[in-house]
């Protein structure tokens, strides 16, 4: 058949192992997945209250345009409805804004290591991939505006980076603004918005209107706990808006997400009291990696990417075996870290004490 050249070679997303897999393989009662950055507190009480009382018609098509949803996003972040775009999570925006505007002679600048959907979406594309290597974990914004030339369509900042947790702080995303080519698409993917807590972060929505070639992308899969619903969103000035909007598959949400997005929302107090525990349970990790001299990056996100001073995937394994499952460095081009979503207090503590005894086998405190 004529495949596209580009999808030669290509992998599917490696979800990790399925917790039940896990149990089974490994004789294990309780398997806690600290590999997906999920919130470990789940969603708000009243969705739950929500969903044990609803009976929405399955039946029947979803409003493609998700008018109520809409609504309340707009009135949440205090934007027009116009201004908004919703996807099957943000990895469906993330494929949209690619398909809208990558194509072969076209390049996109991103960082590395950063999410990787940017790139894989790119090379279904065909588009060249220009990848800035980190500078201490963060965002090296002058590199990547030298990245970019007149063949540029797209450069992602992830903000805050996954894996690394990093910021880019307010006044040097402005001076990034400032420089970047006014026809070059610039997407702040803000999945980890809401755990941030530094004051050199602010919020980016105000820039849509200084700068019409920006879009902001949001998700309730992180921090409203709601990943399986698949619902995120893109904030951006009107006319990019409705250009990707022909882009984007009819019914890419389902009524039951809608409702449950819009309940998600209400629970503000929820999202608070999450990004409290987050603070806390940071700490453990902190503390753990301070004891041990272990290299650390700042994280403002619910995840920690920390050096092992042992083989990853061996870590990951041994992890793994003892019902923990989390990201290996080498999957993140971090070779002797791993990437760790911040669980509960118990949940960290349990995981601490046992990657203690990993790396007390693995010599590491020899
Ligand atoms: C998890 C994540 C997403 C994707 O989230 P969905 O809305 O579930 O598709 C996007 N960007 C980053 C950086 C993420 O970590």
Known sequence: MKWKQQIFGMKAYQPGKPMEEVKKEFGLDEVVKLASNENPYGFSPKVKAFLNNENTNHAIYPDGYAQNLRTAVANHLGVKETELLFGNGSDDIIAIITRALLYPGVN?????????????????????????????????????LEAIDENTSVVWV????????????????????????????????????????????????????????????????????????RVGYAIANEE?????????????????????????????????????????????FVRFCEKHHFHYYPSQTNFILFEVKADSDVVFNEMMKRGFIIRSGN?????????????????????LSLLEEVLTEQGVFA
Do not use: W
Not at 176 to 195: G, I, K, S, T, W
Not at 258 to 277: G, M, N, P, T, Y
């Open 240 to 284: 990019v808006i409705a250009k990707l909007d022909p882009v984007r598959a009819p019914f890419n949400n389902t009524i039951l997400s809608h409702k449950v997005a819009i309940v998600a929302l209400e629970d503000q107090e929820f999202i608070r009291s999450c990004k409290e525990k987050n603070e806390n349970g940071k700490k453990q």
């Open 331 to 351: 999957a993140l081009e971090a070779p002797g870290y791993i990437r760790v979503t911040i669980g509960t207090e118990e949940q960290n503590e349990k995981f």
């Open 108 to 144: 996109t600048v991103m960082a590395t290591p950063s999410f990787s959907q940017y790139s894989h979406n790119a090379e279904i594309e065909g588009a060249e991939v220009r990848k800035v290597p980190l500078k201490d974990g963060k965002h090296d914004l002058k590199a990547m």
């Open 158 to 229: 992830c903000n805050p980076n996954n894996p690394t947790g990093t910021i880019v702080h307010h006044h040097e995303l402005q001076t990034f603004l400032q420089n970047v080519p006014q026809d070059v698409l610039v997407v702040l993917d803000e999945a980890y918005f809401e755990y941030v807590d530094s004051p050199d972060y602010q919020n980016s929505i105000p820039f849509i209107h200084e700068y019409p070639n920006i879009i902001i992308l949001r998700t309730f899969s992180k921090a409203y706990g709601l990943a399986s619903f």
